[in-house]
Every structure is written in structure tokens, then in C-alpha cells.
């Protein structure tokens, strides 16, 4: 399987995260963002939406970094991060979709303001936008935080994809500077993520900003 991936793309370290725990080979190729490899003719044939990550299994292309996780967890014999009974599968799937929603909304504005504008030369963040940012973030993050209140991880008392997909989101917390300091639970959590080998071993490199 190929994945067309950037190394600092939340998005695509979601995925890189299930497939190095899941021991799951994947052929990587870059996509270089930014340089807008992603808005050109070839990427667009592979996710017309222009976006990373795309999982390519013998043709079949797949984009959308939480369908991409199940999907890498569906093909796993033996898998514990999807459970396979019908409440199991929809609570760890209510995490997914409250991740895609609202934490990592919250988080990209951030993102973007305090870290990927001063990459790529846009200026300056934007008040007013990190302020935005920061009024969604607390919301989000004390939903997140009195959840994780004597847990060890999201769903089902284990690790699972739900733990993953969150912790992705939270992949560039520092240059980001995503306010976490109230949030306790969140971070110990974090903290137990951060100690996996699949974290370990897909941590980029991270860009002086």
C-alpha cells in the first residue's frame, strides 16, 4: 500500500500512527505542501479535494484520515483498536467523529495562526483569529478534559483508534501553542500516547519557527 503523505500534516501522522501499531507496511510518498503539490493534476486524480493523506491499496484510493484508520484496522486480523461489537464500534466511532468536528477544528486554526503562517512566509498571526481559535479550543478541550477525568484513554478502557485520532490533532501542540495548560487530564493522556512506539517512531522533525 502507498501513502501520499506530508510528514507535518496531523492528518497523515493520524494514519502513520495506526499503520507503524498495527505493523502495517506502507510505502510513503511525499507530497509537498508547501510547494501546492497538492493542488496539482496528479494529486487531484488521487483526492479531488486536495488534501493529504491518500491511501492507495492496489488502485483502490482512500482519503479522509479516519476512514483511511478503520480501514487499515478492518484489514488487521486480531486488531483490539476497533472493536468489532456494535456499541464498542460506535462509541470508539462517536470520538472519531467529535474529533473530526470539533477538537481538530479547533486545533487547525491555531495551526495555521501560530505556526504554518510563519513557515511558509503569510505574516503574522491574526489576532483575532487566535483569539477565535483559543475560544473554540477551551470549549472543545473541557469536553475532552472532564471526559479523560480517571481514564487512562477515550473509549472502551483501552487504546483505540479514538485515542489516535485525537492525539494526531494535538501532534503540533507546542509551536501551535495550544493552550493546555488547564487541562490536566488532556495532558497526562497525552502523556501516555507521547510514550507509545508508534508515536515515537513517527515523530517528524520538527522546523525551527
Not at 59 to 76: M, V
Not at 149 to 170: C, H, I, N, P
Request: aromatic fraction near 8%; charge should be neutral; hydrophobic fraction near 45%.
Amino acid at each position: 500500500m502507498k501513502l501520499y503523505f506530508h510528514p507535518l500534516s496531523g492528518n497523515s501522522r493520524r494514519v502513520l500512527l495506526v499503520a507503524t501499531h498495527l505493523d502495517i507496511p506502507l510505502e510513503r510518498i511525499l507530497v509537498d505542501l508547501p510547494q501546492g503539490e497538492q493542488r496539482g493534476a496528479s494529486h487531484l486524480s488521487r483526492n479531488p479535494n486536495g488534501r493529504v493523506p491518500v491511501l492507495d491499496d492496489d488502485g483502490f484510493l482512500l482519503w479522509e484520515s479516519r476512514a483511511i484508520i478503520q480501514y487499515l484496522a478492518e484489514k488487521t486480523p486480531g486488531q483490539t483498536l476497533l472493536p468489532t461489537d456494535a456499541r464498542g464500534r460506535a462509541d470508539v466511532s462517536r470520538w472519531l467523529f467529535w474529533c473530526s468536528a470539533h477538537m481538530a477544528q479547533a486545533n487547525t486554526i491555531l495551526v495555521f495562526e501560530n505556526f504554518v503562517k510563519v513557515r511558509t512566509g503569510r505574516g503574522s498571526a491574526d489576532p483575532s483569529e487566535v483569539a477565535r481559535g483559543e475560544a473554540l479550543f477551551a470549549q472543545h478541550a473541557q469536553v475532552l478534559d472532564t471526559h479523560l477525568a480517571g481514564k487512562a484513554w477515550v473509549a472502551q478502557e483501552r487504546l483505540t483508534l479514538a485515542d489516535f485520532s485525537l492525539a494526531a490533532s494535538f501532534a503540533l501542540a507546542g509551536p501551535a501553542r495550544l493552550p493546555l495548560g488547564d487541562y490536566a487530564n488532556i495532558r497526562a493522556w497525552l502523556g501516555r500516547v507521547q510514550e507509545l512506539d508508534a508515536w515515537k517512531r513517527t515523530a517528524p522533525p520538527m522546523p525551527q519557527v
